[in-house]
C-alpha cells in the first residue's frame, strides 16, 4: 500500500499565501503523475494543478499564474504554492500520485483543508 499526506493547510488573509506539500511513502517503484485536487463545499472536486515525473505542468484557468505546482523525486514529495489567495480558493485540497509497482495505482491522501477570509 502507499500513503501520501498532506501538511501546510490553514486559515489565510485574502492575498496571503500559502505552501502545501504531499509525501508519499510505502511501496513504490516510481511515481508517474503528481497533482493537488481541490473540493469546495456543494461542488465537485476539480483538478487544480499536476505535474508529471518530467516536470511538465497543468493548471486550472483559475489558478493559472497564482498557484505553482513542483516536485521532489528523490523526496517523494509534490509541493504546491499558492499567492494570491481569494475566499474562491477556500476548499479540501487533496493530494493525487500514480504509483508504479508492477503497473500503475492511483492513491489519495485525506485531504488538506485551506481557508480563504474576506
Known amino acids: 500500500q502507499v500513503q501520501l499526506v498532506e501538511s501546510g493547510g490553514g486559515l489565510v488573509q485574502a492575498g496571503g499565501s500559502l505552501r502545501l506539500s504531499c509525501a508519499a511513502s510505502?511501496?513504490?517503484?516510481?511515481?508517474?503523475?503528481m497533482g493537488w485536487y481541490r473540493q469546495a463545499p456543494g461542488k465537485q472536486r476539480e483538478l487544480a494543478a499536476r505535474i508529471t515525473s518530467g516536470g511538465v505542468t497543468n493548471y486550472a484557468d483559475s489558478v493559472k499564474g497564482r498557484f505553482t505546482i513542483s516536485r521532489d523525486n528523490f523526496k517523494n514529495t509534490v509541493y504546491l504554492e499558492m499567492n494570491s489567495l481569494k475566499p474562491e480558493d477556500t476548499a479540501v485540497y487533496y493530494c493525487h500520485a500514480e504509483v508504479r509497482y508492477s503497473g500503475y495505482e492511483t492513491y489519495w491522501g485525506q485531504g488538506t483543508q485551506v481557508t480563504v477570509s474576506s
Open positions: 510505502g511501496r513504490i517503484f516510481s511515481i508517474r503523475h
